[in-house]
């Protein structure tokens, strides 16, 4: 079932699970209220002076608050390939108590740690990415590692759709596919746009299951904004590497973004920023609109 952005926040948890599999240091977050404060932080940092990568954010934010609200456990690695997306990371690691929430408000700005992509010098963020293309081979390679040690530690990571176009992404799928790498999900943010234009009129990407299965893959096809559907696919397998293809919209929670190629970078006025945070369900200040 899809889970509304604004109201009550759905139940979110399988039958019987109520809390994050881990024992994390502080409460568990509900992914609903978890996603809708990723969007809520990317829409405030995209009216900052640089704007933002924020229709790819807005679609990642059900991905990625499933995957650090109920599934990543301490020792677990998180990749996020489409580096671009930083402004949902970002605010996931305010959630998860890793930076100080205020940091945000310094967003791109000259001395900020906050950039455009993520750096590897903020915690929780291994990997600097940002070149497209990169993250997946990141992650078989910590795959691969601890299958060697013989541990069962898990590593996800998310990539865009329009990234599945660099070749290095297939040559990292094939040596996950031939080793049969056990806990590793990759997980596309399949809203079918990129900065060009819809990725199937760029270079197509269908039958986009087949393609990783035909990797050795086991390929999960997943409404990207039905978070427990995203809770059941996302689990990884002990048998090899799994690809969820999760449907997303771009822009997603934000009308006057939603599915449109002109939002895959924008700097927003004030006015859209009131706008977007509106629909989000943030009440305004005395009523404005």
């Known amino acids: 079932m899809a889970v509304p952005l604004t109201g009550p926040p759905a139940p979110t948890h399988p039958p019987g699970e109520t809390d994050h599999p881990c024992a994390l240091p502080t409460a568990p977050l509900d992914p609903a209220e978890m996603a809708r404060r ?40 998180f990749v996020l390939s489409k580096g671009h997306a930083a402004p949902a990371l970002y605010s996931t690691l305010v959630q998860l108590g890793r930076i100080p929430a205020d940091e945000l408000d310094g967003y791109t700005e000259p001395g900020s740690r906050l950039f455009g992509h993520p750096s590897h010098d903020l915690p929780g963020v291994e990997f600097a990415t940002g070149s497209l293309g990169h993250g997946l081979g990141l992650s078989v390679g910590l795959a691969i590692a601890e299958q060697l040690r013989g541990g069962d530690r898990h590593v996800y990571t ?14 990292a799928a094939l040596l996950a596919g031939h080793r049969k790498l056990p806990g590793l999900v990759a997980a596309v943010d399949r809203n079918g746009l990129q900065i060009t234009g819809g990725t199937e009129d760029c270079v197509g990407l269908e039958p986009l299951d087949a393609k990783f299965a035909a990797f050795g ?29 999760a449907r997303t919209v771009k822009g997603r929670g934000v009308p006057f973004l939603e599915g449109r190629v002109a939002g895959h970078y924008a700097k927003l006025k004030p006015a859209l920023v009131r706008r977007g945070l509106a629909a989000l369900g943030q009440p305004l200040p005395g009523g404005a609109a």
């Open 217 to 245: 893959w086991e390929a999960r096809i997943v409404d990207g904004h039905d978070l427990i559907a995203l809770h059941e696919v996302l689990q990884p397998s002990p048998a090899g590497p799994v690809a969820v293809i």
């Open 158 to 171: 998310v990539l865009g759709d329009g990234e599945l176009q660099e070749g290095s992404v297939w040559e």
């Open 38 to 77: 990723i969007r809520q932080d990317v829409i405030r940092m995209a009216g900052g002076p640089e704007g933002a990568h924020v229709g790819g954010s807005l679609s990642c934010a059900d991905l990625m608050a499933v995957l650090h609200a109920q599934l990543l456990c301490p020792g677990d690695s």
